[in-house]
C-alpha cells in the first residue's frame, strides 16, 4: 500500500467542496444511494501523439479501499460556515458520512493498456452520493499518472532501446509529483529513476552519477573523479563538463587508466550541457582510442523525445539517456484534462444522461458503457465504446467520432476483449493488483499490438476508435430531444 | 506541520540517489563534515515575467526539521547493490548516516518576497555531506511553490481586484501537486480553494459551486436548481450551461425568485463554456432585470492571465474567477529551472567556487551570498547580490548581468535591507514561521513595491538586479584562470 506509505491513512478530505455540497444535497433530497454510473475518460491524445498509457489505477484502488471519513475529517467539515456564519452541513449528514462505508462496484482498464480519446478509462457505479464524491482524487491521480507514463512511452520510443533513466525529482510538481510522476514513467518506459523514495516504495531500480559539485569540492577535476572512481570501482559515471566537457573526458580517461590496476570499471561518463552531438562523438573517439569501447555516454540537459529522435538522427554518440524535466512535468502538455461524467441514474429503470455541449464530439456519452477492441493475429485494429445493457448487432458498426457519416465494420473473423475489468464490487476489492514489473511487461506488449504510423510522435495516423452505431444514434437522439426548449 | 499531517515523519529518502552516493565519496575521502556553502537560485523569472514571488520556505523547514534517516530507510540503503552484486555502501557509512543529526545553518528570503534571477532564495553553510544531501527535495519544494505562488500573483494582477478562487485539483500533478499548490496559489494572490484538504491542513477558505452532474442527476434544470438552492439557501452558485447558458440563467432567476419567500439569498451563477464575454454581459442583463444585481457572475474554463485580461478588456461582465489547469499546473511553463551551486568550500580558509558555463549569465556565482535591495519611499530600486565577507565600498555598484559593461550606482539616499533571514542555526530552527494570512498579505505588500512595468504580464521591464561590481571582477577572474588550460 504505497500511497499509505507516504500518506496519511484518511485522504477522505482530499477533493473538491462541491463534491461535499452535493453531497449534501443529494442526502437531503433523499437521492445519496440512488444508484448511479460515472465514466472517467479523456478528450484527446496528448503531446498530439496517436495513444495513451494508462497508469494510476493502483493509486487510485489504495485510495478507495481507505474511503473512510474519520472524526477529524467530520469536525473539520463541521466547521465550515455559510456566508451568514450558519454551519454548511447538518450534523446528521456528517453522521451519515461517518457511518459511510464505500460500496460502488468500479471496471477499469488495467494500468499500461493503450487507450484512445472517449474510451472510459474508469467506470463507477453505486450510490450516487459517493460515486460522486470520489470525482475529484480519482481524476487527479489518473490524469496524472497516465499523462507521465505516456511521456516516458514516447521518450522510450525515441531512444530506440537505448537506456531511459528518470532525472526529475527537482524540477517535479511537488512530492507526490516526484514519486507517483517516477513509478509512472516506469510503467511507461523508463528504466529507471533517481528518486530513493520512489525506488523504495516501488521497487524501482535506482540510478545515479554525481553532480557538479563533486567536482568543483576539489582542489582539481582529475582527483574528484580519482576520490569517486576509488569509491565506486565497478559503478563509476564520471560527469565531464564542469570546467570544459573534453578536457574532462581525457580526464575521466587518464584516472580509469590509474585505476585499472585496482580492478576499476569505467561505466560512463556524462555530458549536460554544450552541444551533445558533437561532443558525444568526440567523446566517443576518445574513449574508443583508450580502448574503453564499453564505457557508456550517458546524456542530459532538456531532453525530450523531439530532442532525442534529432541527436539520433544527427548521429550522437549516446547510448543512456537522463531525462528530467521534460519528463517528469510532462513539459509540452502538463495535464491531461480527463474528465468524469455521469452518464445513468437508476430511477426504477436506468435512464441515460449527458451533458450538452456546443461540439457533438464534446457532448459525453449516455449508458452504461465498455470498451471492445478488435485485433487480429499482427496487432490492434479497432476499438468499439458500446452500452453494456443494450443488445448489440451480428456486425456491429463503429462510426468515427471526427466525421459520424464514416462508418467502419468489424470483420467477423477477428477477436475481441472487453477493456474494462471488475476492480470493485460493492466495495470488496475483486481485482489482483500486478506487480510493477509485470505493468512494465504489458505495457511494452500493448505498444507492440499499436501499428509504428501510430507510435510515430509526430502527426501519427489516428487508431479506430469510435462509439457503436446503435449508441451513436441513441446519443443523437438523446441530444436532439434536450435540445427541444420545452423538454429541459 | 502540515508536511508530516499529510506524509509519513521520515523523507530522508526523497533525494535523488547521487545525493548519496556523493555523501558516501565525501564520507569515504573525509570531507564529509568540511563546511560548504551551497544557494539555491533560479536563472529567468517564469512566465517571461519580470518578477518572481519565493514560496515553500514553511514546508522546507519542516522537512529539515525532520530529517533524520530510520533505520527502515538505513535497510534500504544497505540494499542496493552494484553492477557486480556488491553492496553500493560499506555498513560504518550507513551507522555514520544512522547517527547524522542536521546541523547546518541555512539563510532564506521569506516566503511572499518579489525576488530576481540569480539571487539566492535558499543558503544551506554546513558540512558539505549534509548541505550537498538536501539539495534535491529543497529544490522540489521551492522550485514548485515559487512557480505557482508567482503564477498565482500573475492571475490575481490580471483579476484587478476581483475574486480569484483556485479550482485545479483534479487537473494537478498528483496529491501534493494539488495540496502545496493549493497553499501557494494563496500565497501568490488566490482567494480560497476548491480543494478541501488543502482548506484543513492550511486553514484557506474554501470555495465551490456544483458541477453538471447535480444537473443531470436531476429530471429537469429547475429541479436541479431549487433542490441546490434549498439545501444551500444563502450560499448558493447555480452552474447554468449543462444544456443551454442563457435558458439556464432563466431557469435560476426563476427558480431564485421562487426561494426568496424562504430567506434565499442568489449568491452567483457559474458559465463554464462557450463565449464568455457575451454570455457573461447577457446574464447580467438578465440578472439586473430581474432585481438580481448584487448577484455575482462566475466563470470558469481554462482561464489564465492572459485570458482575464482580454476578457475584461472585452467587457465580460464577470467578478468571480475559477482557475484550475492553467494555474495548479503553470500551464505555459510547468517547471522554475532553480538550481543548488556550490560556491564554497572550507579547507582552513574559504576558497570560492564556481561552475562554469559556455554562457557567462549561466555560469554560477561564487562566495558567501547575500542580496541587499534598495529602496524608497515609494517603491524598490535596486537589488545587488554580495559576498558577505567581503568589505562593501561606499557607494557599491551593481553590474547588469546581461551587459556587464552597464553599471549602476546606488544613490546614498536610498534604504537598503538584506533579503536573506536566518532560518537555522547549526541545525536549530531560529526563525518564526509566520501565519499563512500574514504571508498573503506580506506578498501583496511587496508586489505593490515594484513598479507596474514591472509587473505586466507581458513584456514587462527588467528590475535592476545584479553582482557588486567587485563579486563580478572576483568572478571574472576566477573563470579567466579556470579557464587557463593547465590550472584544472
Sequence with gaps: MAL?????????LLTDLYQLTMAYGYWKNGMAERE?????????????????????????VQYLQALKFTDEDLAYLGSLKGSQGQPLFEQAFLDYLGAMEFSCDMDAVPEGTVVFPNEPLVRVKGPLLQAQLVETPLLTIINFETLIAT???????????????????????????????????????????SNLLAGQLYNIPVRGTHAHSWVQAFDSEEEAFEAYGEAFLQDTVLLVDTYDTLEGVKK??????????????????RLDSGDLTYLSQQARKLLDEAGFTGTSIVASNDLDERLITHLK??????NVWGVGTKMITAYDQPALGGVYKLAAVKDGEWEYKIKLSEQLAKTSNPGILQVRRYYDQERYQADMIYNELEPLPANPQIVDPLDTTRRKTVEANVQHKDLLLPVFNKGTLIYTLPDLPSIKTYTQQELNQLHESIRRYLNPHSYPAGLESGLHQYKLDLILKLREPEKH
Design 4 to 12: 499509505q506509505q507516504v500518506y496519511r491513512t484518511s485522504l477522505s
Design 36 to 60: 448511479a454510473v460515472f465514466h472517467l475518460y479523456f478528450r484527446k491524445n496528448p503531446f498530439g501523439g496517436g495513444y495513451t498509457v494508462a497508469a494510476g489505477l493502483e493509486h487510485a
Design 151 to 193: 511521456k516516458a512511452a514516447r521518450i522510450k520510443e525515441a531512444a530506440k532501446g537505448d537506456t531511459v533513466i528518470e532525472f526529475g525529482m527537482r524540477r517535479a510538481q511537488g512530492i507526490d509529483g516526484s514519486l507517483s510522476a517516477a513509478r509512472a514513467a516506469y510503467v511507461g518506459g523508463a528504466d529507471a529513476t
Design 252 to 269: 575521466a580517461i587518464a584516472v580509469a587508466k590509474k585505476l585499472q590496476p585496482k580492478g576499476f570499471v569505467f561505466g560512463g561518463i
Design 313 to 318: 538522427q544527427e548521429g550522437a554518440k549516446i
